[in-house]
Structure formats: C-alpha cells, structure tokens
C-alpha cells in the first residue's frame, strides 16, 4: 500500500511539472518602461530621437491569410500597391486569440491560450493598444469580438461579429465593410478591421475551393477602397495588411505546417515607404510576428509593450542614424527587463547600451554601429 501511495505521488509531481512547462500559465505585472529620456546623466531629446514616423494607420487582420493566398491573379489592386510585402512567421498554437497577443504585445505565445481562445477570457495586461490609448490615440474596431474581450474600454467605436457560426461567409464580413464609407470621414488615429470570411472558408469547404478566390477579391475590393481614399489625406498614412495565422492545405488550423505558420505582412504608405532602408535585402526576409507591436510603437513614438520579447523591423521605419540608434537603443532596454524570462543573454544588451551611449557622447552616429546594435537584438531574439 505503502509503495502504491509513493508511486501516485510520484505520478502527480510529474504531471505537475509536465503540464507546469507546456501550459506555463503565469503572470507578470506590465511594468512599462517609457522612451528614455537621458543615459546615464546625458539627456536625450525626444524631439530628436523618437519622433512619429505617421500620424494614421489602419491594421487589416484577414483571418487565415497564409501567405500564398496574396496572388496577382487573387488580389490583383493589393499586389500592384503594396509598398512592401515581408514574409511573417508564426507560432504555434496557431489559433486567433494567442496570435493577437503575439501581435499586439511581442510576447510569446502560450499553449494555455488555446483553453483561453475558447472563451476568449484573457485580458491583455499591455500591448500597443494599451501604450497608444494612454498617449490620447483614438482607435476604432470592427470585427472578431476576441478582440474587444481582450481590449475592452480601448475603443472609441466598435463592433464584434463572431467567429463561432462558420457556415457564415458573407454576413460576418459585411458587418464589418458596412462601417468603412462612414468611418473613412472621420477623426481617429488607429483603425482595426478583423474579417472571419476567409477563415470560415478554410474551415468548411478547404483553401482550395473556388469561394476562396472569390473571398479574396472581396478583400481587394475593400482594400482598394481603403488605399485609395487615404491616398487623398494629407496625413502620413500607414495601411497593413496579414494574416494572424494561416490555414493548412485540408482546411482550418491550430497545428505547425507552414501553410499555418507563415502570413503575409504588407504594407503601403500613402507617402511612399522605401523597404529596404539601411540596406536591407528584404526581398525574401522571414519576420517574427512578435516584432511587429514594437514597430508600431516606434511607427507612432508611443511606449513599447511592456512585456513584448520583439525586435523593432528597422526597413519598416524611416529613420536618420541618430534615431535608428536611439529606436534600437530604447528596443534593448525592453529586451533586458525581459531577458531574465527569456533566458536571453545580457552581453549583447550591455553592447546595445555602450554603442548607444558612445554614439550621443561623441554625436557621431555610425551606420556600422545601428547594424552591430541591430546584430545585438537579432542575437537575444534569437535565443
């Protein structure tokens, strides 16, 4: 009886310690850390450094976009005005609610979300939304209701559709498009459109079936619409476009293959955006879902998700090289507060904050010196 008992308490620490590390619920307080404004005494002007690179966006989440799906012959006016298109990877669990996450806050997704994403139950602690909300960002949303679930009291106008009726491929998207004519007369900063249409597809009749095609260029239609109305503001506008996942060859998601982890980013400035800034070669570059929150921060100089474990994507910024510095400089010390969690090693962020340091005490700011801060994020991201 005895050695019973030993071998059922054996059994639960075990289990315990199982289930502890592949569903590691656990919770840190966002403490945010704002653009810094001096190094070690020196004062850094904000003006100088951290400026808006845009005043508008609006972020185009099209459920299920793998990144085959953004064809000429699909989505004909995207393909012929996209300032960029980068190839985003996406982790698993592939499924909606830890995918926003990932996108809004860089952190890492948890296989929990997947219990989570049933209820949608988890209210995001910080995230871009939470940094641009405090700064006076208006923000609007239509779409998805996970998303007014994890961001509740954020919006100035919103509306949810549900994702549960999946035989819906038409009704959850027009209550969606229905709002954009009016919306595209009004004052806001940040606009979020969620479309479940193609998703629903995927689900119910596969990626290949003809409706698919005919989805994506109702998507188009709406995107043109969007595209073409911003290019006439004079505000420096930023529309992008992708996917929070993608969608496996025999329909749906929530696995690893790469029709599910790999989503299109693009993106089009109603200015122009030159993507291969700082010499860049990003004709075939993979990017982090994770790395793109920081870079809407820094898109509209707002403070950086607290616990976000992404890098900024410097081809995506228009900055000279005293910003580029700093942006990467003020990207490190986000990294450092969350090395410790992340088991990312502290040399390449002491490295990050000597060259920056270095760089303001001689106002001599080196492109070599951007790309060897650069090399230090890419090597604690990549651990």
């Known amino acids: 009886m005895k050695f019973i008992l030993v071998q059922f308490t054996l059994a639960v620490v075990f289990m315990f310690i199982y289930l502890k590390g592949y569903f590691p619920f656990t919770h840190h307080e966002a403490t945010i850390i704002n653009p810094p404004t001096e190094i070690e005494g020196i004062p850094l002007d904000l003006n100088q450094f951290y400026k808006p690179q845009v005043q508008k966006m609006v972020l185009i989440i099209i459920d299920a976009l793998r990144y085959d799906f953004v064809t000429e012959k699909d989505m004909p006016f995207l393909y012929s005005n996209m300032d960029c298109l980068l190839k985003v990877k996406v ?22 979300d997947i219990v989570l994403n049933l209820g949608a139950t ?5 995230s871009f939304l939470h940094r641009a909300h405090a700064s006076g960002k208006k923000m609007v949303f239509y779409g998805d209701n996970t998303w007014l679930m994890m961001f509740p009291n954020l919006f100035v106008r919103e509306e949810g559709t549900t994702s549960f009726f999946v035989n819906d491929f038409t009704e959850v998207d027009n209550n969606v498009t229905r709002h954009i004519d009016s919306e595209l007369k009004k004052d806001w ?31 188009d239609d709406i995107i043109k619409k969007i595209i073409t109305t911003s290019n006439t503001w004079d505000n420096d506008t930023i529309i992008m476009i992708t996917g929070d996942h993608g969608m496996k060859d025999s329909g749906g998601h929530g696995g690893t293959t790469y029709a599910e982890t790999h989503v299109p980013l693009i993106l089009h400035h109603n200015k122009g ?12 570059q993979i990017i982090q879902q994770s790395d793109i929150a920081n870079t809407i921060s820094a898109l509209f100089s707002i403070a950086m998700p607290a616990n976000s474990a992404g890098k900024i994507l410097p081809q995506l910024l228009t900055l000279n090289k005293s910003q580029l510095l700093y942006t990467l400089f003020y990207n490190s010390l986000i990294l450092q507060r969350n090395a410790e969690n992340l088991n990312n090693c502290h040399e390449n962020l002491q490295l990050a904050r000597y060259l920056f340091k270095n760089a303001v005490q001689t106002s001599n700011f080196e492109t070599s010196d951007a790309k060897k801060l650069r090399n230090c994020l890419n090597n604690v991201c990549n651990k």
């Open 91 to 112: 982790e698993a669990p592939t499924v909606t609610l830890p995918r926003i996450k990932a996108l809004t806050t860089g952190a890492i997704p948890q296989f929990i």
């Open 122 to 126: 988890a209210k995001v602690a910080d």
């Open 189 to 219: 900063d940040m606009m979020f459109l969620h479309y479940l249409g193609l998703d629903h597809i995927g689900h119910v009749r596969g990626p290949f079936n003809s409706l698919i095609h005919t989805k994506l260029h109702e998507m």
């Open 273 to 284: 955006i030159n993507c291969k800034l700082h010499s860049v070669d990003v004709s075939d």
